[in-house]
């Protein structure tokens, strides 16, 4: 094996491992979604209140991503992210043996409290490691291997419900977690030396939350990613609405929803790792905000005119995801790269806001727009248009700088 081979091979083993961690998120969110109906019939729970599992999982997931970055920043990528593994791993126990609808969003909460440790790491790990257009191509290929996750979890979700019952899939991502702790405790490396560690300390702590937080440039770049995403999961929250009412099928056919979004991302995130040096980051934005922009339109006419049926419905899914994932990497990087002192920091800021979008998708604006396919339509739409206003604004100020 040649030296590039090896590189090439170590490449391919860490993204591997980065995107197996960031699939913490989509594995505790979707693989449950099939078994809705009998985990509220067994802990005597409306579909509402079953609903509040996910936001009790997205909210506390996006208050704990405002400090992982933090304390990667302070002591290193690898303890942070096995510490999160080995809580996470205690909250899937919890919920497999949860009793009552309260017990379950209790663990609920600190599954989420501990699942972004991963993301946040990872992410910075990326830019410690990579530069240029090598950090672009590798976050591809996190997004490509992470954007599976969400279509095998449905499906391995609704086979665990048929053979096994509901708890069995709490009990499937403890031993999950069990085995990424393993693999990160023997195979991953620190990414961040202790010459280039902040103190943990109140004041500079203070300090650099406040620096990125004053950023506009930060807070529109950031706000582009949360929103745009949010357009996308709009559809991961609501599948339990459009999969049994609004196209009346089973819990075994949750793939009819999730596996052309997700081909959409895997997609995206391919042509995006291709694009990587032959196209300038913020041409390949434009491209994909074209391609999101194409879908939403093509969502909102057909449901205007025609009621929710397959492939229709889920076909502007997969071309909107195909979109969104052809441009996050770029500005992730561009996120990064504002802040190149605070990585660990700039990472958890932007994977929080995502998270608590993503949580007011799923707890507000799901339970309202889930009813009709003209009102999801409309909601993707309006996601998206926000999630270029912000880019534009962002395209300017820069514009503006150069020209000062």
């Not at 025609?306 to 502007?316: C, E, I, N, Q, R």
Request: aromatic fraction near 12%.
């Amino acid at each position: 094996m040649t030296s590039q081979q090896q590189k090439d091979r170590a490449t391919l083993v860490l993204a591997a491992m980065l995107a197996g961690l960031a699939t913490l998120g989509p594995f505790a969110i979707d693989t449950y979604m099939p078994s809705f109906p009998a985990m509220g019939r067994a802990l005597n729970a409306t579909t509402l209140e079953m609903q509040q599992t996910l936001s009790a999982y997205l909210l506390p997931f996006a208050c704990m991503m405002l400090f992982h970055g933090a304390l990667t920043d302070s002591f290193g990528r690898r303890p942070v992210i096995l510490g999160g593994l080995l809580v996470f791993i205690a909250a899937s126990i919890g919920c497999a043996l949860a009793q009552s609808l309260p017990q379950l969003l209790l663990f609920r909460a600190v599954q989420g409290m501990s699942a972004g440790t991963g993301m946040v790491a990872g992410r910075a790990m990326i830019r410690d490691i990579y530069p240029g257009h090598q950090a672009q191509r590798v976050m591809s290929m996190v997004t490509m291997i992470f954007g599976l996750a969400p279509a095998i979890a449905p499906i391995l979700g609704g086979w665990l419900e048929v053979w096994f019952g509901w708890r069995a899939i709490f009990v499937f991502l403890a031993l999950f977690s069990g085995l990424l702790f393993a693999g990160c405790h023997f195979q991953l490396a620190e990414s961040l030396p202790p010459e280039k560690r902040h103190p943990f300390k109140l004041r500079p702590l203070l300090a650099n939350y406040v620096k990125l937080f004053g950023s506009v440039k930060f807070g529109l770049l950031s706000s582009a990613i949360a929103l745009n995403f949010a357009g996308f999961f709009l559809y991961v929250a609501s599948a339990p609405a459009v999969i049994y009412g609004l196209l009346g099928l089973n819990e075994n056919q949750f793939a009819y929803l999730f596996v052309p979004g997700i081909a959409g991302v895997v997609a995206g995130a391919f042509v995006s790792g291709r694009l990587a040096g032959k196209l300038s980051p913020r041409r390949t934005v434009l491209y994909g905000y074209a391609i999101m922009a194409a879908a939403a339109a093509f969502n909102l006419v057909y449901h205007a005119l025609f009621g929710p049926a397959l492939p229709w419905t889920v076909l502007p899914v997969m071309i909107y995801a195909v979109g969104m994932a052809l441009a996050m990497p770029s500005i992730t990087l561009l996120v990064l790269d504002l802040f190149p002192d605070n990585r660990g920091l700039a990472a958890s800021l932007q994977g929080a806001q995502q998270s608590f979008f993503s949580g007011l998708a799923a707890g507000l604006l799901s339970p309202y727009l889930s009813g009709t396919g003209l009102a999801l339509a409309g909601g993707m739409a309006a996601l998206v248009a926000c999630g270029f206003a912000c880019w534009y604004i962002f395209g300017r100020m820069s514009a503006m700088e150069s020209r000062a």
